[in-house]
């Protein structure tokens, strides 16, 4: 049992970094830092995609910290 514990509180780790890391993306793709717009050329439907990065990003995080929540109330 401790050792889907551990198991499970890595991958709430990992996965509220991929979180993270989305809505850090969807940030600067927003505000078309680095080109970010231009060099993938997402200009006519950003809006759609950035919507999408959000909603991933934060249920990764939502989801992230209920996997290590859950590995901090089993201690």
Known sequence: MG???TVSMIIGVI?????AST??????F???LFGL???LDL????????????I????SIFSGIALVQ??????
Do not use: D, P
Request: proline letters at 0%; charged letters at 10%.
């Open 30 to 32: 927003y505000y078309n």
């Open 43 to 54: 200009q006519q439907s950003g809006a759609l995609y950035l919507f999408l990065l959000l």
């Open 56 to 59: 991933f990003g934060l249920f």
């Open 15 to 19: 996965q509220g970094a991929v979180g």
């Open 37 to 39: 717009q231009t060099l």
């Open 3 to 5: 050792f889907r514990k």
């Open 23 to 28: 809505l850090i993306f969807a940030y600067f």
């Open 70 to 75: 859950e590995w901090l109330e089993s201690r």
